[in-house]
C-alpha cells in the first residue's frame, strides 16, 4: 500500500480532505496511470490473471503436486503453522514498539486487538482496510487516529527493508539465485534510510506532502534497532516455515535454510512492491516456486507455496480470534500511557 492511499483513508476517516481539488483542477498523467492501476477493476483483474495462470500451473503439475501433499504429513504442517504464529507475534511487536515510540504505549493483548483484527481488512478489496481498521480499532484504547496510521505505515516501511536486507544477507550464498538478485541493489540505499536521523527526516517531508500531522515525537536509535530486531525475527520464523515443509519433501537441510529466509522475504517484498496485487497474490507463490524449484522440482515446490498461502491466512485468522477472545474476557480497559 502507498502512502499516499494511507494518507487518503485517514482524510475520509477524519472528515477532512473532502472536496479537495488539485491545483489547477488537473490531475497529472502519471497520477492518473496510479490511479487507474490502483483501481478495483484493474487489481481483481490482475488477481484473476494471476489465478488463472496459476490454477494452470498447479493443473499441469497436478500429478507431482498432489503426491507432494500426501508425503508433508501433518506433523511438517503443524510445525509450519506454529512458525507462522510466532512471526506473526514478531510483526505485530514490531508495531506496537513503534507505536510506544510515537507516544501511545500499548499492553500485549490491546496491541494484538488492535493488530491482529485489523490486519484482516487485507482480504478486502482495496488497500486501506486494514489501516482504517487499525485506526478504529485503536481510537477505543485512545490511540490518535493519526498516530495509528503513521505506525501502519511505519510498520510497512520496517517490514519491506528488513525483507530486502534478509534476502540480501542469505541469498548470495544460494547457488542458482543470482537471476533474483538485481533487485537487491537498492539493499544498500534502504540500509541508510533506517538510520533515524534520515528515517525521521524522508517521514517528515512524506507527511508534510501527504499534508498529515508531524510525528508526534521522532524514531530514537533504540525504538528503531528494537523494531528491526523484531522484524528480522519474524522473518526467520517465515523462513522456518517454508524449511519445514521444504525439507520434508525433501530438500537438502543446510542449502535450504538459507533459501527458505531469503526467498520467502524476497518473494514478500516483490510482492509487497507490485500494489496493484492484493496482499501479493500470485506473485509471491510465483517467485517463490521459481526459487524452491531447483532443489525440489516445480510440483513440490507449488505444494509448498500453496500450503503456505493456507497457513499464513490461517494465522492470520487464529491470531484475530484468539487476540479477540482475550481481550473480550479482559474487558478491554484502556491502554496506560495512552493518549
Known amino acids: 500500500m502507498s502512502d499516499h492511499q494511507v494518507a487518503a483513508a485517514v482524510d475520509e476517516s477524519s472528515g477532512a480532505g473532502a472536496g479537495a481539488v488539485p491545483p489547477g483542477g488537473r490531475t497529472s498523467k502519471w497520477a492518473a496511470i496510479a490511479a487507474l492501476a ?26 507431482r503436486v498432489s503426491a507432494a501433499l500426501a508425503d508433508l504429513g501433518l506433523l511438517a504442517v503443524a510445525g509450519a503453522l506454529v512458525s507462522v504464529l510466532i512471526a506473526l507475534l514478531a510483526s505485530m511487536e514490531v508495531w506496537r514498539r513503534l507505536l510506544a ?29 486494514p489501516v482504517l481498521a487499525q485506526m478504529e480499532l ?10 495509528s496510521a503513521s505506525a501502519a505505515i511505519l510498520l510497512m516501511v520496517f517490514s519491506l527493508l528488513s525483507g530486502l536486507l534478509t534476502a540480501l544477507i542469505a ?49 530514537t536509535g533504540r525504538a528503531v534497532a528494537t523494531a528491526l530486531a523484531w522484524s ?4 526467520i520464523m517465515y523462513g522456518l516455515q517454508i524449511w519445514l515443509l521444504a525439507t520434508r519433501l525433501g530438500a537438502p537441510d543446510g542449502k535450504t535454510a538459507l533459501l527458505a529466509a ?35 522440482g516445480v510440483g513440490a515446490a507449488t ?37
Not at 503456505?308 to 480497559?333: H, Q, Y
Open 138 to 147: 485503536g481510537n477505543a484504547y485512545r490511540v490518535p487516529r493519526h498516530r
Open 101 to 129: 515510540a510515537l507516544g501511545s504505549p500499548l499492553p500485549v493483548r490491546a496491541a494484538g486487538r488492535i493488530m491482529f483484527i485489523g490486519q484482516l481488512g487485507k482480504y478486502l478489496p482495496g488497500s486501506v482496510w
Open 38 to 63: 490502483g483501481s478495483r477493476p484493474a487489481r481483481w483483474g490482475f488477481v484473476a490473471v494471476t489465478v488463472g495462470l496459476g490454477g494452470y500451473a498447479v493443473a499441469r503439475e497436478w500429478p
Open 262 to 296: 531469503g526467498g520467502f522475504a524476497f518473494a514478500w517484498s516483490v510482492g509487497f512492491l507490485v500494489v496493484f496485487a492484493p496482499a501479493g497474490a500470485g506473485v509471491r507463490e510465483v517467485l517463490l516456486v521459481a526459487m524452491l524449484g531447483p532443489v525440489l
Open 232 to 235: 528480522f525475527a519474524s522473518w
Open 303 to 339: 505444494a509448498v507455496a500453496l500450503v503456505s498461502r493456507v497457513l499464513l491466512t490461517a494465522g492470520d485468522l487464529l491470531t484475530a480470534a484468539l487476540s479477540a477472545g482475550f481481550t473480550r474476557r479482559a474487558g478491554m480497559p484502556p491502554a496506560p500511557g495512552a493518549r
Open 171 to 219: 541469498l548470495p550464498f544460494v547457488g542458482g539465485s543470482t537471476p533474483y538478485l538485481w533487485a537487491l541493489l537498492a539493499a544498500p540505499v534502504l540500509l541508510i534510510l533506517l538510520h533515524p536521523r534520515v528515517l525521521n527526516l524522508v517521514l517528515s517531508r512524506l507527511l508534510r506532502l501527504a499534508k498529515r500531522p508531524p510525528l508526534d515525537k521522532p524514531l
